[in-house]
C-alpha cells in the first residue's frame, strides 16, 4: 500500500475484469434499471455503464497500491480540457469480455493536516485495445495517515 506521501501525479496502475451474466442481472436487480434494451436477447449482453464505472472504481479500491487506505469517492469533476466532460463510454461491452483497466493519478493536493484528494482518469480497454470508456476526474478523499 502507497500512503497519500507516496502516490504521484503521473503513477499508473492497472487491472483486469470480466463481468458474468449473473453479475449483470444482479446489477440490473440492485439498480432497478428498465430498460428494453436488455430484454432483447440482440443486446441482452451489453454490459450497463455504470455497472462498468462501478467495477473500475471497486478494482481500483482492491490494487495493492491502494488497499489500506482510507477513500472516500469525493465526486467526479467535468475535465475544462475536454470540453467539461467526466465519462464516455465509446464502445459496448459484453458479458464475459475482459476489460483492461489503466488508472492514472492525474491530480494531487492537500486538503488539510489529515486528508489529501488525488484525482484518478479510468481508461478501459477491450482485449483488442478498443477503447470501451473514459472517465477523467474521479476525486477521491484519502486520509494522509491510513488506518492501523
Known amino acids: 500500500m502507497k500512503k497519500f506521501s507516496d502516490l504521484k501525479v503521473g503513477d499508473e496502475y492497472f487491472s483486469t475484469c470480466t463481468f458474468s451474466k449473473k453479475e449483470q442481472e444482479s446489477y440490473l436487480a440492485f439498480s432497478r434499471i428498465k430498460n428494453t434494451i436488455f430484454d432483447d436477447d440482440?443486446?441482452?449482453?451489453?454490459?450497463?455503464?455504470?455497472?462498468?464505472?462501478?467495477?473500475?472504481?471497486?478494482?481500483?479500491?482492491?490494487?495493492?497500491?491502494?488497499?489500506?487506505?482510507?477513500?472516500?469517492?469525493?465526486?467526479?469533476?467535468?475535465?475544462p480540457n475536454w470540453e467539461n466532460r467526466n465519462t464516455r463510454f465509446l464502445k459496448p461491452l459484453h458479458v464475459d469480455e475482459i476489460l483492461k483497466i489503466k488508472y492514472n493519478i492525474s491530480d494531487k493536493k492537500e486538503l488539510d493536516d489529515e486528508f489529501g484528494?488525488?484525482?484518478?482518469?479510468?481508461e478501459?480497454?477491450?482485449?483488442?485495445?478498443?477503447?470501451?470508456?473514459?472517465?477523467?476526474?474521479?476525486?477521491?478523499?484519502?486520509?494522509?495517515?491510513p488506518p492501523r
Open 124 to 145: 478501459g480497454k477491450k482485449e483488442n485495445g478498443e477503447a470501451v470508456v473514459i472517465a477523467k476526474k474521479n476525486l477521491y478523499r484519502i486520509k494522509k495517515e
Open 117 to 122: 484528494m488525488i484525482t484518478v482518469d479510468f
Open 42 to 79: 440482440e443486446y441482452s449482453t451489453i454490459v450497463s455503464g455504470r455497472a462498468i464505472i462501478s467495477r473500475m472504481e471497486g478494482e481500483f479500491t482492491r490494487l495493492s497500491q491502494i488497499y489500506g487506505n482510507m477513500i472516500i469517492l469525493y465526486g467526479m469533476d467535468g475535465d
